[in-house]
């Protein structure tokens, strides 16, 4: 019989279920040493012709509490000259893409009781991404401007690789593209070469299991719509 005191090993299925985007942490720090565990193992993740494009800056304490008041009070609005090199999402939105992101949304605002006319109370918890949901851990994955779409795919593997392990260790964490926003003011920060070019950052912690949106559980899209299946 297992002891009972000693925490079984996560297996990837159940990282994979567990994952999520965690909107509400707790001000509970993170072991140095496991985090750094976790992103030194992630880079095993798969690399087109090993190249390994990702450049990673990752904050805690007082750099990252720096960080967030030199952000603060712009609303999400971007500073002059600091403009996203990059479309978080195409323009003009086909179908069925804009309907899911239109359903996730409203499924958060309804778990937070934000009714869609409340348009500050919205605009107060998208400005809750530049504090990073009150993470311990701010994370900036960039690439080389060099690389092509086919290494930026790399940085999604590592990055779902890197959330993974930070599941199997006890963590959670949320993706958010939308520091993509603030480029210059970000690569100053961290002090990234010109040639790394910002892609997202990541907040980092343990879950605040009693803030209603961590309930969001995203729907998916079922097997038959994404996939197909010959010969078998």
């Given amino acids: 019989m297992a002891d009972e005191g000693v925490r079984q090993p996560m297996t ?36 087109g012709g090993n190249l390994q494009p990702w450049h990673l800056h990752v904050l805690a304490g007082e750099p990252l509490q720096r960080l967030k008041d030199t952000v603060q009070g712009r609303g999400g609005a971007t500073a002059p000259g600091d403009m996203p090199e990059y479309d978080i999402y195409p323009k003009d939105l086909p179908e069925p893409y804009r309907t899911e992101r239109y359903v996730v949304g409203e499924q958060m ?15 107060r918890q998208f400005q809750r991404n530049f504090d990073f949901f009150g ?24 990055l779902q690789t890197l959330m993974l392990l930070l599941r199997e260790r006890g963590l959670h964490s949320c993706p958010q593209e939308c520091w993509a926003i603030y480029p210059k003011t970000i690569s100053a920060f961290v002090q990234a070469p010109a040639e790394q070019m910002l892609f997202c950052g990541m907040a980092i912690g343990y879950p605040d299991e009693t803030a209603p949106v961590n ?18």
């Fill in 12 to 47: 990837v299925t159940e990282a994979v279920r567990s994952r999520k985007s965690v909107r509400a942490f707790l001000d509970r720090p993170v072991d140095p040493a496991l985090l750094r565990e976790a992103i030194e193992l992630a880079a095993r993740a798969p690399s």
């Fill in 215 to 232: 309930r969001l559980e995203s729907r998916r899209i079922p097997v038959e719509g994404f996939a197909s299946f010959s010969g078998f």
């Fill in 109 to 123: 605002y309804a778990l937070l009781g934000v009714p869609r006319e409340d348009k500050p109370g919205r605009l």
């Fill in 135 to 158: 993470a311990p851990v701010g994370l900036f994955c960039f690439v080389d401007r060099r690389m092509g779409k086919p290494q930026w795919s790399d940085l999604g593997m590592y």
